[in-house]
């Protein structure tokens, strides 16, 4: 089945830095990606997400990367904001996997 | 939010003993889910749905069974509960097989 790695656990940054967050995928099957935010005690939200037909796609401060030859998939998030702390989820659609999961820490 | 409920918020229960977690959508959505997420694991599919009586495992269903008698309504089983199910527990809808909305979660004890 599809397995989805998530690097790096953890992550801090000063206020106004960027973040990248990575995941693995490894059933080339997948092709849709989405990335997930979640608050300390709510649901998890979707915040961006790609098709395996486009190779980058952006949202204002967020933006998605692909590499499929590769299978990988980034999140970029610029100009970092202190409401930007939380835990941030990858997955692929195979199987529905999803990610251990990086805590973002935005200090200011 | 999308109109997904889930029922009850919070439970406590002994080992042994059978609990149903209910998850309730005014979407009309094809597509039910149920996830764990524990520390360090992210999310764990349980069982899915594809239709009213049409429901299928997923990595972690062990110990688990499903129900979907009608559309708005994803019934998730545990027969004999153990601490081992401990766990914060999703319901997540879709109209498609890509994009999941997340219902509030319920968190669930096992003593």
């Known amino acids: 089945g599809e397995n989805v790695e998530q690097h790096p656990s953890t992550l801090s940054v000063q206020e106004g830095d960027s973040a990248v967050i990575k995941c693995t995928y490894s059933?080339?099957?997948?092709?849709?990606f989405p990335w997930y935010k979640q608050e300390l005690g709510k649901r998890p939200q979707l915040i961006i997400d790609?098709?395996?037909?486009?190779g980058e796609k952006k949202d204002q401060r967020i933006a998605v990367t692909l590499n499929k030859t590769a299978k990988h998939f980034s999140l970029h998030i610029t100009e970092t904001q202190p409401e930007d702390s939380a835990v941030y989820f990858c997955?692929?659609?195979?199987?529905?996997?999803f990610g251990a999961g990086t805590r973002l820490t935005v200090k200011p | 939010d999308a109109g997904i409920t889930q029922s009850p918020r919070h439970k406590v229960t002994e080992t042994g003993t059978p609990v149903t977690l209910r998850c309730h959508q005014t979407?009309?959505?094809?597509?039910m889910y149920w996830y764990r997420q524990d520390p360090g694991h992210g999310l764990r599919l349980i069982h899915y749905?594809?239709?009213?009586?049409?429901?299928d495992k997923g990595e972690v269903s062990d110990g688990y069974s499903v129900s979907r008698s009608k559309t708005e309504d994803f019934l998730l089983t545990l027969e004999s509960a153990t601490s081992s199910q401990t766990s914060v527990y999703f319901c997540?809808?879709?109209?498609?097989?890509?994009?999941?909305?997340f219902g509030p979660g319920t968190r669930l004890t096992v003593l």
């Open positions: 997540a809808i879709s109209p498609s097989t890509d994009t999941q909305y």
């Open positions: 059933d080339s099957a997948s092709n849709y």
């Open positions: 790609i098709r395996s037909n486009v």
């Open positions: 997955a692929a659609s195979k199987d529905m996997r």
């Open positions: 979407e009309n959505h094809r597509y």
């Open positions: 749905s594809y239709g009213v009586k049409d429901t």
